[in-house]
């Protein structure tokens, strides 16, 4: 009951005319990015970090968090009527949604995508509710110890969870923690690994890193492969659903969410992965799985409830423990630091107004994202007329100014470019990037609890087993790390088994 | 040996070897609590054995067919973007001469139309609206102080 009276109070600081503005900016922004290939939500929110910085830092998270949202519901535009996933958590939609679109039933998809998403997401945000809470307040009685530990799990499980090869999301994470490792000691205040360089004493910023992995990497990526897009036509009334439609949908809109949910949760899973494990589950409960694959209107259904329920469960772990649960996430947490507030179990606590005006403008939004996408789907999709090329020079431009704002020095310019460089030749190499910024965010976390807790423990590493939490805490963190081994091990004995009998 | 499976590797072990020797000279355990070279030693420590792992991975992929993971764009494609990338570096030389926004648009012009050879009409237009929302949004409304370089702008 406490809960929806924090929340009555979220939606009062939520429905004031500068909140509900931004909310409403954040959200079409989001739209917008995730209709565009080539720039996903965490793009999107890091290139947008630097014009926050004049608002209410409540504003700001608000505006951040309904691109992160909206993003996923943008993204479906594009996958179905163009058959390109606009980012990567509308992968699955694109496999069935264009399918469904070259029999003429466009405006099924699109809506059964909005009104899953709508109803997964106020769903996941009604969860949110009831679970951060008591999360959080579990999360005081965390000391140093598990601190240090949930901060390595969060990289672990990024790294086990986020792609096809752990080593390569390894590597990425073990890059981020480097990158942080440059600047000043925390705690002796030395300079450590700057090279002698007075503008590497401050260390490396979170912005420049994000821009570049994020931005300036996907967009160079884009431009390999610039083509004018022919999205199929749609209409108002094509956007009406039949009975049959919704029927065969609606248990899929509940399995996916759900599906989503739990995945989102989950620090480094994120909406893709939630996005292909609800599709997947809901091909092996269909009636018809056969028709997976080939346009089947549950499978857009499952695929776009999950990805929006998990943009929102990954809000759980961020609000309640100060982990991210997703790179968008990771880049939202971020901008909590950036204007000056500490995240973590006290958060709920010390900055209450700002925790459940989020939650509350997340409700908001999702309905703000209902009516864009139900009957204004065909005007955003007349977007997707205009050619990237001459989106992607503006998307770069943007970047760099972004970029010199943090910090008003030119040699922020430069090390964006440096890590657009890096990100770049990331996708090149396919390794994963969201685990690089995971990494760069929870460093600092992870590096003080690690010391604090030697401090403490006058050296000995047994403090990490005594104490009950954070001896599981290490259980979750050794079982994510040599759990993807074991799959991949077990996965090379059945193919050489197969390949045996087969010769 | 897949080479694009093992330059990720041979990267961090470079990285690796140049954290442990950056760090040498400082503390690994300062009185009662570990010193500044105490973290980079274990990082270094975790990504020596993955980095290895993973040059495994790639000697044992060799040969095989290629779900490589790794997407190389043609000729054609790398020029595009080595070019556009050369432009945003051009951006960075310029500015403290021409001024940032001044730099970003001579940008835009030549990705538009040298690099992508997008029509020059429509180019020119995207040129004004792209400097004009920079201008408003981060010097008129934001406030921000962008480098202004002899043209004024």
Redesign the interface.
Known sequence: MESLALLGQGFATCFTPLNLTFIVIGVIIGQIVGLLPGIGPAAGMALLLPLTFGLPPVTAIMMLAGIMYGGQYGGTLTSVLVNVPGEAASVMTAVDGYQIARRGRAGAALSIAAIGSFLAGVGACVAVVFVTPPLSEFALKFNAPEYFLLATLGITATASLGGSSATKALLAAVLGLYISLVGTDPILGIPRLNFGQVKLLEGIDFLPVAIGIFGIAEVLSSLERVHDMHPIRTRLRDMWLTAQEWSESRVAILRGGLVGFVVGIMPGAGPTIAAMMAYVTEKRFSRHPERFGKGALDAVAAAESANNSAAHGATIPMLALGIPGSASTAVLLAALILHGIRPGPMLMIEQGPLVWGLIASMFVGNLILLVINLPLAPLFASLLRVPYAYLAPGILAISLVGAYSATLDIATVWMCLVFGLIGWFMIKFDVPRAPLVLALVLAPLLEFSLRQSLLLSFGSPAIFVQRPLSAIILLLVVISLVSPFVVAVRNRARLRREHRSAA | MRI??A???LF?LA?SAL?VF??WD?GY??G?????A???FW?AG??VP??I??LV?AWRAAGADAQ??????DRP??K??VL??GG??A??LL??VLG?VAS?VL??AF??VVV?R?PLW??LA?VA??SG??QA??VWW??????VGAIGF
């Open positions: 694009s499976d330059v990720p590797a961090i990285l954290a950056g760090t400082l355990w300062s009662t609590t570990p010193g500044p105490f973290l980079p990082v975790v990504a993955v980095a792992l993973q991975e490589s993971g790794a997407e190389w764009p494609a790398l595009r973007a556009a990338f945003l570096v951006i960075a500015t403290p940032m970003i940008f835009i990705l538009l992508l997008r429509p180019s995207t609206i792209t929302v920079i949004i981060f934001l406030g921000l102080p962008l480098p």
